[in-house]
């Protein structure tokens, strides 16, 4: 009952995570536009890994796709490909785990091969959900790095001299939406893939033959033994 409970319940969360992950990755707003002291009439703006989109004060929202391989950094171009290997292994994972249920019956599936797909899953899993957050937070860093160059004065280690002289600012941008979606489903794809772990370990426990040894005392006479055996095939008769 423990080892059922354990497999679904990594199965549900992997999904749970896998759906989140992907939704983060096709998400547009993995950064916006920092609107503290911004005026109302301004442009807001967001980011994505595949778009950059503009609204303008009448509603009208403008985006400009961002499908090209060439021309950006190769950090942003690692949290792209992070974020594909998070998905294309959760995808596997989630069908792997789904066949290894044992409430899932495929002909004559033998508990040990179900014990294998269970583990292979839960590490399928551990690693989508590491290439996920490991995105985002490479994503985060880079916005991190963006607002202390445009805030703060590097060679004073205080605010700009733009703002303190009453200029405005450049762009500055801070967390979107998309980053934490993407945190909270690899959390949850690494959480289910620790249950799927926790449920092989019970599953092979339980599939591990246990086979009996017979051992013969050292100081008993093998003649005796064997005479006793050829009388028992071969009795006289009277």
Request: charged content about 15%; hydrophobic content about 45%; glycine content about 12%.
């Amino acid at each position: 009952m423990a080892i059922s409970m354990l497999q679904n319940g990594g199965f549900v969360l992997g999904l749970n995570g896998l759906a989140a992950v992907i939704a983060a990755t096709v998400m547009n707003n993995w950064s916006t536009k920092d609107r503290q002291g911004d005026v109302v009439t301004s442009v807001y703006t967001y980011k994505g890994l595949w778009q950059d989109c503009e609204v303008s004060t009448s509603g009208f929202t403008e985006c400009r796709p961002l499908y090209g391989l060439l021309g950006y950094t190769g950090q942003f171009q690692a949290v792209r490909a992070l974020m594909i290997i998070a998905v294309v292994m959760g995808v596997i994972a989630t069908g792997i785990s789904l066949f290894s249920l044992k409430c899932f019956k495929i002909g004559n599936t033998e508990d040990s091969s179900k014990a294998k797909m269970t583990l292979t899953a839960g590490i399928m899993f551990i690693i989508a959900g590491f290439c996920a957050i490991a995105g985002a937070s490479v994503y985060a860093y880079q916005i991190v790095a963006s607002f202390r160059r445009t805030v703060y004065n590097p060679n004073y280690g205080g605010m700009s001299q733009m703002e303190g002289m009453g200029m405005q600012m450049a762009t500055t941008y801070t967390f979107g939406p998309a980053l934490f979606v993407a945190w909270i489903g690899g959390g949850l794809l690494q959480i289910g893939g620790v249950l799927k772990c926790m449920a092989f370990k019970g599953m092979h426990n339980e599939t591990t033959p246990y086979k009996a040894v017979a051992y013969r005392a050292t100081g008993q006479p093998k003649v005796a033994e064997e005479g006793s055996e050829r009388g028992l095939r071969d009795p006289k008769y009277v």
